[in-house]
């Protein structure tokens, strides 16, 4: 079979592209859970800890919670379908803000969850937006914090307004996959709140700032009663030797952890200086990634950018047709994805 050396999508071309589309840690993972997962390599041939006790007792450790209250998932979406499936029925629906991850759409959908969409702006999640969404049938509310993809997010005072006139039967579900970004003083800490209201889920991840994406390892913080439910609802072994053992040497990882901190900090300013320098406006972020508003179409500048070799996220399926999202990378990364799409945002002005 002859190959086509024109394609943008040929072998040697993707091997060069600059992923700036999944909101991947460039750092890539920590030397020692690399090393951790090599050596669990060597015994893969027997079965995992099925409930994941040593990850949880760090987990617990790294955040002071029992490790009764964790449940381990294969991604964070996989606890989120399992969370749909146990909580909601038919005749229930839920409440999502707009512009949130389109995953939980999907999950929604495909479960025949009925749902309505909360309206917020591009700069914050609203409490009272939320609220005003809850529908008699409602029994849960959905918030990514920050959002995914606009980067924004629900501050503590915000939280505690919805969590405290939120009716008692009626959950609350955080995605908080791009928590450990965060560097803002009112960002909420969730974990608090779970004595006082019960109703609370928090689901994080290893993907995004740790680095374990290619892994798949998420878990959920809860009260005991809903954890114990997840936990007896959940498939043994599902979760791999090689990432328990990663994951748990992420966590013991501090020199890692202060570098990506570091990196993300030096390529927002890269990146978000560089985007307003183009006179293009950034929704201010909070996360690992810039919404950039292009004030045209976005998918044909996307598509430009891949057959250059930088790969962005368009978000047309998000309703935002002339937005683009773009995970901070490295410097490098960042300097080419500029240079790059000044050429062609030139070459589009002329024509």
């Not at 908080?176 to 970004?181: G, P, S, T, W």
């Amino acid at each position: 079979m002859s190959s086509n050396k024109n394609s943008a999508f040929d072998t040697e071309k993707i091997v060069k592209i600059i992923k700036l589309d999944l909101n991947e840690n460039p750092l890539g993972a920590s030397p020692f859970a690399i090393i951790a997962g090599q050596q669990a390599m060597l015994k893969c041939h027997r079965y995992p800890d099925s409930h994941g006790l040593y990850l949880k007792k760090s987990l617990s450790n790294h955040l002071g919670i029992p490790a009764e209250n964790i449940t381990l998932g294969n991604g964070s979406e996989s606890l989120l379908e399992l969370i749909v499936k146990k909580i909601l029925e038919p005749l229930n629906s839920a409440v999502i803000p707009n512009f949130c991850f389109t995953g939980i759409l999907t999950i929604l959908k495909n479960a025949n969850i009925t749902f309505k969409v909360a309206k917020n702006p591009h700069s914050h999640l609203s409490a009272a937006n939320l609220l005003e969404a809850i529908e008699p049938m409602t029994k849960v509310v959905f918030i990514v914090n920050p959002n995914n993809p606009t980067g924004n997010y629900i501050n503590r005072l915000e939280l505690q307004y919805l969590l405290e006139h939120l009716p008692k039967n009626i959950f609350v579900v955080i995605d908080e996959a791009y928590a450990e970004y965060v560097e803002t003083e009112d960002y909420p800490n969730s974990i608090q709140f779970l004595a006082q209201y019960p109703n609370l889920i928090i689901l994080r991840t290893f993907s995004k700032f740790y680095g374990l994406a290619g892994l798949r390892l998420g878990y959920a913080i809860s009260e005991l009663k809903i954890a114990s439910m997840l936990n007896h609802s959940s498939l043994p072994f599902r979760i791999n030797a090689i990432v328990l053992a990663a994951a748990e040497a992420s966590l013991k990882d501090q020199a890692h952890i202060n570098l990506t901190h570091l990196l993300n900090r030096k390529g927002y300013s890269q990146l978000f200086q560089g985007l307003q320098n183009l006179g293009l406006e950034v929704l201010p972020s909070f996360a690992n990634f810039l919404c950039v508003d292009l004030k045209s179409p976005s998918l044909p500048i996307s598509q430009l950018l891949l057959l250059q070799g930088v790969s962005v996220r368009p978000l047309y399926d998000y309703g935002l047709p002339s937005f683009l999202r773009v995970s901070i990378g490295t410097y490098k990364q960042n300097k080419s994805f500029l240079s790059i799409l000044e050429k062609i945002l030139i070459k589009s002005s002329i024509e």
